[in-house]
């Protein structure tokens, strides 16, 4: 019954901008922490922002000061503004939604991704 799907990815030439959006459905949105990841390929999946249900922030060094991570409780979507765009970023950025389960641990959700590419 959770579905997340990415959307906005795309061809962008260094420098450029791109806006993400991820809508959740079937999760208690406004109470789920929520984030971004890329990966690369040969590489492993990384972190690149996270947003806490009360809107705390984090990001990864790499992009810190060019994305922007947000959410909008009433359109159950999260947003990755990201800016200033490196070769460096090209990646698939998977959505992700982790449902607290308190001692029990915690239950991650994922979207399919979408494909975001930085070239000249």
């Known amino acids: 019954q959770v579905q997340l799907v990415e959307s906005g990815g795309g061809l962008v030439q260094p420098g450029g901008s791109l806006r993400l959006s991820c809508a959740a459905s079937?999760?208690?949105?406004?109470?789920?922490?929520m984030g971004w990841y890329r990966q690369a390929p040969g590489k492993q999946r990384e972190l690149v922002a996270r947003?806490?249900?009360?809107?705390?922030?984090n990001y990864a060094d790499s992009v810190q000061g060019r994305f922007t991570i947000s959410r909008d409780n009433g359109k159950k979507t999260v947003y990755l503004q990201m800016v200033t765009l490196k070769p460096e970023d090209t990646a698939v950025y998977h959505c992700n939604a982790r449902r607290s389960l308190g001692n029990a641990g915690n239950i991650d959700y994922w979207g399919k991704g979408t494909q975001v590419t930085v070239s000249s």
């Open positions: 947003i806490s249900a009360g809107g705390t922030t």
């Open positions: 079937g999760i208690s949105f406004s109470l789920t922490p």
